[in-house]
């Protein structure tokens, strides 16, 4: 993980600290973008930004859900800011013991959309935006005492978990007081019991007097971070909800044009539905159609086994002219037989029961010769062939034990 401290969006050098693994705790370095946005490609980033900028407090909120209480959150909080709360950017995390109790953190929009411009400038993606009070240390149980850091005349405090605040050095006369409500009186006690109960980790790069009022049982290293003080604060991800402002268009015209939207999504599922139907029966009317073709090639030409679909074609077409020039119709001045083929096929596809075992040319004359269970079926094809032909043509009929058996000989007009 890797942890950014910016104090200025114009910094060219600042403080980063590189937590490697499980690792505890790291120590702040010195850097510049380039040697950051290096390590920012093999890391999680967060980034620490001026607790100056962000109004971290409490509040009391009851609502039934989260989306009541994103809507009333800004009006609950709003004596507490200084501009419009439209203008604001609100992050809170719900206290686990008591639902009704929120740790609020507050940001300009304008503010947060400038960090957010300044790291997409270096091409630096961040998981997490906190205000840098998280990187304080603090105890998180009922023993935690409030952490100051005084540096360059500006104090951080660190009143909690996800509480604190950043003020120049010369206000917090005004404000140590409001850091111990409960210690300012003891029954039965004097001021001087009063001042040694407000217990205190600090920090400083030089003395004030406000620094007698506080008992400091230690001093946090400045120079080192904890890993726990910035997850005890993580929950308060500023980026959380966060959208720029095109992504916030985006949703202003989704919400408009939504019903419209799924409308023609729903159209077109329904168009595409209807399509992929017509495509398939017709993909299965071919494979009939096709199916159809290779049975009656076979019949017709029951001796030609190499072929398929795509070169059936072609084999009819030559099959044709080998018989023509078998024939010898120009020769002879007869007519050939072939052109009552299409007939014949036709009227033997009617009936699935015969078989056909030989078509060739012989003398000029086509010989079908096919099988069938009774000779029953043979006279009837025999007679449906002379209404479909206009002549009878000749057909010898044998019984076999299996059925019967027949020739059809279609001869040669002159």
């Known amino acids: ?44 980033v967060v980034l620490l930004i001026p607790t100056r900028d962000v109004l971290l407090m409490k509040t009391t909120l009851v609502t039934g859900s989260s989306r009541h209480l994103k809507q009333a959150l800004p009006y609950a909080v709003e004596e507490n800011l200084v501009e419009d709360p439209a203008l604001q950017h609100f992050v809170w995390q719900v206290h686990k013991d008591t639902p009704d109790v929120l740790d609020v953190a507050v940001i300009s929009r304008e503010t947060l959309k400038a960090w957010m411009a300044l790291l997409k400038k270096h091409r630096i993606k961040v998981r997490t935006i906190l ?45 140590i007081d409001g850091l111990f ?17 407000r217990e205190v980790w600090l920090s400083t790069d030089q003395p004030s007097d406000w620094h007698e009022s506080l008992t400091v049982l230690r001093e946090p290293q400045s120079d080192m971070l904890l890993s726990d003080s910035i997850q ?44 992929a139907m017509d495509t398939l029966r017709l993909k299965r009317q ?44 120009k020769d002879s001045g007869k007519v050939s037989p ?35 269970p009774s000779a029953e079926v043979m006279d ?11 002549f009878e043509p000749r057909l010898e009929i044998s019984t076999t034990a299996d059925g019967a058996k027949a020739t059809l000989t279609l001869e040669a007009q002159s």
């Open 1 to 44: 993980m890797l942890i950014i401290h910016l104090q200025n969006p114009d910094d060219h050098e600042f403080s980063y600290v590189k937590l490697s693994g499980n690792a505890a705790s790291g120590a702040w370095k010195r850097g510049n973008w380039g040697e950051v946005s290096r390590l920012a490609q093999r890391n999680d």
């Open 131 to 175: 205000p840098d009070v998280f990187a304080l240390p603090i105890a998180d149980d009922e023993h935690a005492v409030p952490t100051f850091v005084q540096h360059n005349g500006q104090v951080l405090v660190r009143t909690g978990t996800m509480s604190g605040f950043s003020c120049p050095d010369a206000m917090m006369p005004l404000l």
């Open 181 to 197: 409500p409960e210690k300012d009186v003891v029954e039965g006690g004097t001021d001087g019991s009063a001042d040694d109960l």
């Open 232 to 275: 005890q604060g993580a929950a308060l991800n500023l980026l959380s909800g966060y959208q720029d402002v095109s992504m916030s268009s985006f949703n202003e015209h989704w919400k408009r044009w939504r019903v419209a939207a799924v409308f023609a999504v729903l159209t077109l599922g329904i168009l595409v539905g209807i399509q």
């Open 286 to 329: 071919l494979a009939e159609e096709e199916a159809t073709n290779i049975a009656l090639f076979k019949q017709v030409f029951p001796e030609i086994t190499n072929f398929d679909v795509r070169t059936m074609r072609s084999r009819v077409k030559s099959e044709i002219k080998r018989l023509e020039a078998e024939t010898g119709r």
């Open 338 to 372: 072939l052109p009552f083929m299409a007939t014949v096929a036709q009227t033997f596809g009617k009936e699935k029961q015969v078989k056909i075992t030989e078509v060739r040319s012989r003398k000029g004359n086509l010989v079908v010769r096919f099988t069938s």
């Open 380 to 390: 009837k094809l025999g007679k449906e062939l002379a209404a479909s032909l206009g």
